[in-house]
């Protein structure tokens, strides 16, 4: 007796929520992401100052290992930093709404 998997994919799991008539299957139904949420707003900035400050430490550590001067390899940092922390939130807003 061979087990048939068209049954099993096709049973309801004891744990999603009943449907409507109005609602279709929890893996058919598609949301767009919560995009207002300001918790997410906070995590996707944090995410990028946290990317944006880590590429600013490694080019000034680049900048300073090469020999240039402690002001050129902050300046070179900020620059990194500001360009980067810019562009992601320019980015994640644009992709997000």
């Known amino acids: 007796m061979a087990f048939d998997l068209r049954f099993y994919f ?3 799991s004891p744990l999603q929520r009943p449907k409507t008539p109005h609602q279709s299957p929890c893996w058919e139904r598609t949301e ?4 207002q949420d300001p918790s997410l707003r906070g ?3 944090a995410i990028i100052m946290i990317a ?3 590429l600013a430490i490694a080019t000034t550590g680049l900048f300073w290992t090469t020999g ?3 002001s050129g390899a902050l300046g070179a ?3 990194v ?3 980067t922390a810019t562009l992601g939130l320019t980015v994640r807003k ?3 709404g």
Not at 32 to 35: D, K, Q, R
Request: hydrophobic share 55%.
């Open 10 to 12: 096709l049973a309801e």
């Open 32 to 35: 767009p992401m919560p995009n």
């Open 43 to 45: 995590v996707w900035a």
């Open 52 to 54: 944006a400050l880590t």
């Open 68 to 70: 240039t001067q402690l």
């Open 77 to 79: 940092g900020g620059a």
């Open 81 to 83: 930093f500001l360009g």
């Open 94 to 96: 644009f992709l997000t």
